[in-house]
Each structure stands twice: as C-alpha cells, then as structure tokens.
C-alpha cells in the first residue's frame, strides 16, 4: 500500500515538473504569440492556446492507455506533413529566440552565402526524413 501511494506521488510530481518546463519553455519561446503575428491571426490565439492544451491532454491520455488504430499508409504522408509544419515552426521559433542564424553569419562571415546554407539545412533535412522514413523503417 505505502508503495503504491509512493509511485503515485512520484508520478504525480515528475508530471508537474516536466509539464511545468515544458509550458515554460513554450511561454519563453512566445511561440503562440509568435505564430499568430507571422501568420497574421491574431484574433485566434486564445484557439491557439486551448488546442495546445486540449492536444496535450489528449495524447498524454493516449500515451498512457491501451488505445490503439490503424490508418491507411497514405493518411500517414498528411499526418506526418502537419507533424513536420509542427516541429519546423518549433525549431524555427528556437532558433529566432536564441539568434541562432544572425550569429552564425556574423561569426563566420558569410553574410552573402546564408540563402546557400539555408537551402542546404532545408535539403538535409527533407533527404533526411525521406530517408528514414521511406528506407530505414520496415514496416
């Protein structure tokens, strides 16, 4: 019984702690707000706001239960697509906040080549993804 009521507290905890860093680091990127003024919808970030909140209880619940569906594999290219958009204004809101290119650039002293070096990352990363996920996995 005591046992029980250990892993509980333990699991309780460790979900605040990693709940808490992770809606800190959302509100440090300012990534809803940030989204909204480059996609000039401003008027929908409370929607923003509470379909972060509602995905994040939804899949923590999914994560968690015995729930499971099969999709057809070409549903799958239209997941991954919105999954990719996701992860790509993600990294690209880190890499705003941090400066990431304009400090590269100034370091290296390629003001002129950052158009090369940005569509070389972009071609890595598509050849990348495509080959992890059209060779690497067997389904």
Request: charged share 10%; net charge positive.
């Amino acid at each position: 019984m005591i046992k029980s009521i250990l892993m509980i507290l333990i699991g309780v905890s460790a979900g605040i702690t990693v709940g808490s860093a992770a809606a800190a680091f959302i509100t440090l990127l300012q990534f809803v707000p940030r989204l909204a003024q480059v996609t000039e919808t401003n008027d929908y970030i409370k929607l923003y706001e509470y379909v972060l909140i509602f995905a994040g209880i939804l899949f923590s619940l999914i994560y968690f239960s015995t729930f499971s569906f099969s999709l057809h594999r070409f549903s799958m290219i239209f997941i991954g697509l919105i999954m990719g958009m996701f992860l790509g204004l993600f990294a690209s809101a880190l890499a705003e906040v941090l400066n990431v290119v304009p400090v590269f650039a100034k370091k290296f002293k390629i003001k002129h080549e950052l158009k090369y070096i940005i569509g070389a990352l972009i071609f890595g990363k598509v050849i990348g993804s495509l080959w992890y996920w059209l060779l690497f996995i067997k389904y």
